[in-house]
């Protein structure tokens, strides 16, 4: 149990366009996701905390209108990068709580043109 | 306010010697720890965690980890090195509840050699 998929698991996409990667609880629901980003060699930045039916919580510094976040339902979150620029180019990995424990995907990693 | 500092950034044993990933944390209240591994370019896996239960406690792999609180500390430990352990180590605090943002530690990278 416990499985966080994320989709897609890597992707490029060109200056200017938006991106959206998806987080999914199979098997389990999850009011709350967060959503982290890891540069190389470097440990995760957590991003925002999104919950289930409501506005995401972001980290200061990190732009909403940049990094949108939807969690429309108890199995998913999706985070959009919008107007992605090569300073986006990253891991970006979400991870959901079940039992008092964050359970993480396998992180997509995007890289922008 | 909470912390964690992984006390070593890397770390290099060699196959079949014990493993010692070291972990001090600051918490103002009883702290909840998970240590995770990060194979390169994956996400996180959770080895284990202390959750003011037993402080001695056993993970997947043959890892552990004891939670001493006079020392404040959580390091992580297994009795043999594989070459399969070779990966990132996070060791990682929480806050008070379930749905609290958790804070990483810098990590360690676990090299093993032949």
């Known amino acids: 149990g416990a499985v966080v998929s994320q989709h897609p698991s890597w992707v490029i996409c060109k200056s200017g366009t938006s991106v959206k990667i998806e987080c999914r609880s199979l098997d389990f629901q999850a009011t709350t996701m967060f959503w982290y980003r890891q540069f190389p060699k470097q440990s995760l930045m957590l991003m925002a905390t999104s919950n289930e039916g409501s506005k995401a919580t972001y980290e200061q510094g990190v732009e909403k209108d940049k990094f949108l976040i939807n969690h429309a339902s108890l199995t998913l979150s999706t985070l959009t990068v919008t107007s992605a620029h090569p300073e986006d180019s990253s891991f970006y990995i979400c991870?959901?709580?079940?039992?008092?424990?964050?359970?993480f995907g396998p992180g997509t990693r995007l890289t922008v043109l | 306010a909470q912390s964690v500092t992984q006390l070593d950034s890397h770390v290099s044993v060699s196959e079949g010697t014990p493993v010692l990933l070291r972990c001090n944390y600051s918490s103002s209240y009883s702290p909840s720890l998970f240590w995770y591994v990060q194979h390169p370019n994956k996400g996180l896996q959770l080895l284990l965690k202390?959750?003011?239960?037993?402080?001695l406690v056993k993970g997947i792999n043959g890892f552990e980890a004891e939670f001493k609180k006079s020392e404040t500390s959580f390091h992580l430990t297994k009795p043999s090195a594989h070459m399969s352990d070779a990966a990132e180590y996070f060791c990682v605090v929480r806050g008070y509840s379930s749905a609290s943002k958790i804070i990483f530690g810098s990590g360690t990278r676990l090299s093993i050699r032949p």
């Open positions: 202390y959750t003011s239960a037993a402080t």
């Open positions: 991870s959901a709580i079940l039992a008092d424990t964050q359970y």
